[in-house]
């Protein structure tokens, strides 16, 4: 497993923007694909975007198509989730997953079961 610290929440106004980052421990950062899902208070958790290992595929929730854009960096270990035109609908808690080792270059993990390393999560509020 890759243990992961997220980053970057916080308060914007609505249309504002947000990066959030996701930092992976360990020497193996490509052999993830990667992800992030939110949770609103009181819904369930839900998927939001996902890149594979290689970069080169990303994968996005209708919700947040065209607004949020998911890049890596896999010389440093680390994913982002930029967020632009955020609405007080995206408010949540944003966590980062890791998928299983290995696999595709350009496999785009979605479900909630293909991911097995997840961070503590990192609060976005949008205010109207």
């Known amino acids: 497993q890759v243990q992961l610290v997220e980053s970057g929440g916080g308060l914007v106004q609505a249309g504002g923007s947000l990066r959030l980052s996701c930092a992976a421990s360990g020497r193996t950062f490509s052999r993830y694909a990667m992800g992030w899902f939110r949770q609103a208070p009181g819904k369930e958790r839900e998927f939001v975007a996902s890149i594979s290992r290689s970069g080169s595929k990303t994968y996005y929730a209708d919700s947040v198509k065209g607004r949020f854009t998911i890049s890596r960096d896999n010389a440093k270990n680390t994913v982002y989730l930029q967020m632009n035109s955020l609405k007080p609908d995206d408010t949540a808690v944003y966590y980062c997953?890791?998928?299983?080792?290995?696999?595709?270059?350009?496999?785009?993990?979605?479900?909630?079961?293909?991911?097995?390393?997840w961070g503590q999560g990192t609060q976005v509020t949008v205010s109207s």
């Open positions: 997953a890791a998928g299983s080792a290995g696999g595709s270059y350009y496999y785009t993990p979605r479900l909630e079961g293909d991911f097995g390393s």
